[in-house]
């Protein structure tokens, strides 16, 4: 099993910054694919960005190419989420994934969760 935990989301004002980390623990070893999802209310949950641990590679959905940026320390199992001028439309909680498959945008790709993190942006 592997657990993940995300922090640093809040409330922000448009424009601004924050930084979400997701801590994974546990079975982490074959653990290839880390993601960030995000879901707001009334909302599917939708495909925010995916680093794939075995050469590097990054897929941003198009709404945050250019604001967001996502790392990955394998050395601590956390990946990190760097949103940039974030916009009310950013508003959503979210979710750190995890998979030892190949990286892909679909929720059904991910076998780890976390609980979620809450992130508003204010107009």
């Known amino acids: 099993q592997v657990q993940l935990v995300e922090s640093g989301g809040g409330l922000v004002q448009t424009g601004g910054s924050l930084r979400l980390s997701c801590a994974a623990s546990g079975s982490t070893r074959n653990i290839r694919t880390m993601a960030w999802f995000r879901q707001a209310p009334g909302q599917e949950r939708e495909f925010v960005a995916a680093?794939?641990?075995?050469?590097?590679?990054?897929l941003y959905t198009d709404s945050v190419k250019g604001r967001f940026t996502i790392s990955r320390d394998n050395a601590k199992n956390t990946v990190y989420l760097q949103m940039n001028s974030l916009k009310p439309e950013d508003t959503a909680v979210y979710y750190c994934?995890?998979?030892?498959?190949?990286?892909?945008?679909?929720?059904?790709?991910?076998?780890?969760w976390g609980q979620g993190t809450q992130v508003t942006v204010s107009s």
């Open positions: 680093v794939w641990s075995l050469d590097s590679k990054i």
């Open positions: 994934a995890a998979d030892w498959r190949v990286l892909t945008t679909g929720t059904s790709g991910y076998v780890y």
